[in-house]
């Protein structure tokens, strides 16, 4: 498959942005549409600072041998020595992880000056922890696997991860590599303070685990907290703490996959009062198309909002009530902080 080459501009000041050789842009293809949305962020940001080009580059070249097995070629190679690279990935399925990894550790190997890895859904991060003995934390797995990257010129790769299940999921990495860990919820609070019923928003979170991770980021609105009740050989959802009567309750999550405690946390709401009901996903990971259960079901939403961490996300973001909100611009500003500042600053 072929990438189109895309530019960036850069914001311009003493310096021309042009003295310094842009930084390299690579994607895996399911991640273009999101890779070309980065490059235009980081092209319509403007600031006081001289910016780096960034472009999106097409001689990556992704094919597979008749067997299946990846074939993979990077054309003119020679080229990407004493670069600064990165690569947009996603692991949102076992069947494409390989491919990827080969790629990531191939580049470094090729004398690029830095390297970021862009992977927005860190896929195995709900399984984070033994809770009984015979379980295997794959997400220590996959993080020792993305801890032998080797390094590039100036040192260490750096890994951008959004709403990483749990924050001390970043001790998984070893020193080898650098873990850095954003949030998506500015997106949310974008959205939540342009809605017309805005000051009777409360946010609500399915568990304490989804409190304690996101709560500090959402403060400026009333929270709700709900709690599993076991009620025999089933689990019930019931409110902790919080009032949701007369409110527009936007439920708040890192991830959803089959959608039922959601849906059992929305019924819950609704029966305590809500007026209004919304959703808040960074990763909409929906196996099985588990996302039409919430499409004309038991429970109206007025908004699910999803990102495009996961490819498959810009499809279901065509059926209402789903929205899509991009993080080309939450990466775009991580990488404008310092990435991508020219060195004369």
Not at 4 to 19: C, E, L
Not at 65 to 93: C, Q, T, Y
Not at 129 to 154: F, N
Request: with cysteine.
């Amino acid at each position: 498959m072929e990438l189109n080459s895309v530019t960036s501009s850069a914001a311009v000041m003493d310096v021309p942005a042009r003295a310094y050789p842009p930084v390299l842009l690579f994607c895996h293809p399911s991640m273009e549409i999101l890779a070309k949305k980065i490059v235009a962020s980081v092209a319509e940001s403007k600031g006081a600072r001289n910016y780096r080009l960034v472009e999106l580059h097409s001689n990556l070249k992704w094919d597979s041998f008749a067997d299946g097995w990846p074939n993979i070629f990077i054309e003119n190679v020679k080229e990407i020595a004493g670069r600064d690279v990165i690569l947009l990935v996603s692991f949102d399925s076992p069947s494409v992880i390989f491919e990827q990894l080969a790629v990531i550790y191939s580049l470094p190997r090729y004398l690029i000056r830095s390297f970021r890895i862009i992977l927005p859904y860190f896929p195995t991060a709900t399984m984070e922890r033994v809770d009984r003995e015979g379980q295997i934390v794959t997400a220590k797995t996959l993080a020792t696997m993305l801890s032998v990257v080797p390094l590039a010129a100036r040192g260490p790769a750096q890994i951008f991860i959004f709403d990483i299940h749990t924050l001390q999921e970043r001790f998984y990495f070893t020193d080898q590599v650098i873990p850095r860990l954003l949030t998506a919820m500015p997106l949310l609070l974008t959205e939540l303070r342009s809605l017309s019923d805005s000051h009777y928003v409360s946010v609500a979170f399915p568990d304490d685990g989804a409190h304690k991770r996101f709560s500090s980021e959402l403060c400026s609105f009333p929270t709700i907290t709900c709690i599993k009740v076991r009620t025999g050989a089933k689990r019930v959802i019931s409110i902790k703490e919080g009032v949701a009567e007369g409110r527009h309750v936007v439920i708040v999550d890192d991830l959803v996959q089959t959608g039922g405690t959601l849906l059992e946390c929305a019924k819950a709401l609704k029966a305590a009062g809500a007026i209004n009901l919304s959703i808040f996903i960074t990763h909409g990971v929906f196996p099985a198309e588990s996302w039409r259960k919430f499409i004309n079901g038991e429970v109206t939403f007025e908004n699910i909002w999803i990102t495009d961490s996961i490819p498959h996300c810009l499809e279901i973001a065509k059926h209402k009530p789903f929205k899509l909100l991009t993080l080309s611009q939450m990466i775009a500003d991580s990488l404008l902080g310092y990435d991508l500042v020219s060195e004369s600053q």
